[in-house]
T-cell receptor, first 115, second 114 residues
Framework: DQQVKQNSPSLSVQEGRISILNCDYT??????FLWYKKYPAEGPTFLIS?????DKNEDGRFTVFLNKSAKHLSLHIVPSQPGDSAVYFC??????????????FGSGTQLTVLP | NAGVTQTPKFQVLKTGQSMTLQCAQD?????MSWYRQDPGMGLRLIHY???????DQGEVPNGYNVSRSTTEDFPLRLLSAAPSQTSVYFC?????????????FGQGTRLTVV
């Protein structure tokens, strides 16, 4: 059973508008989250992360919000650009008790930014 | 700095054949891992290693074998290929010092088993 879920397989947004990608998780003990971006025929690349002690982290056009009570995080891209068109994965390190913990990923959301 | 390098980029196998997917990193990262990406399922962990000589199973290890004889290399072996192993495979590495550091991924190997 997936512990990190992305329920929207795709999202289309007009250039210049805001893109909001959502991610839900089931384990309230997760303490760190990462977002990855993936272009076709390339490997995923790290985009932004957030620790559970924060509720927001910002890096340029990208902001991640964490709502621990709802077990929900979202990635905001403002303004969206055509080059942002990619698959976005959210991920969390697991298992929590293991210092060598690996990443568990959501199923991804394909973002298409229309010119 | 090459980062994480995977070879080959594409491969077609017949059912029952064996092969090795190569992964090498030049960042001196202790942790390395293999994932497979399938439509609608994200990336799933196959095997991982926390250092030379140490490997462990991930979420979907059946049908795959790994070894880690050096820090740089982490090959993934398919023992007897099956159509269910048709997928895109990604190798990743990250530093050991912090458990929450991001992983660096290779460009992937697209495998088709017929």
């Amino acid at each position: 059973d997936q512990q990190v879920k992305q329920n929207s397989p795709s999202l289309s947004v007009q250039e210049g508008r805001i893109s909001i990608l959502n991610c839900d998780y089931t384990n309230s003990m997760f303490d760190y989250f990462l977002w990855y971006k993936k272009y076709p025929a390339e490997g995923p690349t790290f985009l932004i992360s957030i620790s559970s002690i924060k509720d927001k982290n910002e890096d340029g056009r990208f902001t991640v919000f964490l709502n621990k009570s709802a077990k929900h995080l979202s990635l905001h891209i403002v303004p969206s650009q055509p080059g942002d068109s990619a698959v976005y994965f959210c991920a969390a390190p697991y298992p929590l008790y293991d210092s060598a913990r690996q990443l568990t990923f959501g199923s991804g959301t394909q973002l298409t930014v229309l010119p | 700095n090459a980062g994480v390098t995977q070879t080959p980029k594409f491969q077609v196998l017949k059912t029952g054949q064996s092969m090795t997917l190569q992964c090498a990193q030049d960042m001196n990262h202790e942790y390395m891992s293999w994932y497979r990406q399938d439509p609608g399922m994200g990336l799933r962990l196959i095997h991982y290693s926390v250092g030379a000589g140490i490997t462990d199973q991930g979420e979907v290890p059946n049908g795959y074998n790994v070894s880690r004889s050096t820090t740089e290399d982490f090959p993934l072996r398919l023992l007897s290929a099956a159509p269910s192993q048709t997928s895109v495979y990604f190798c990743a590495s990250r530093v050991r010092e912090q458990a929450n550091t991001e992983a660096f991924f290779g460009q992937g190997t697209r495998l088709t088993v017929v």
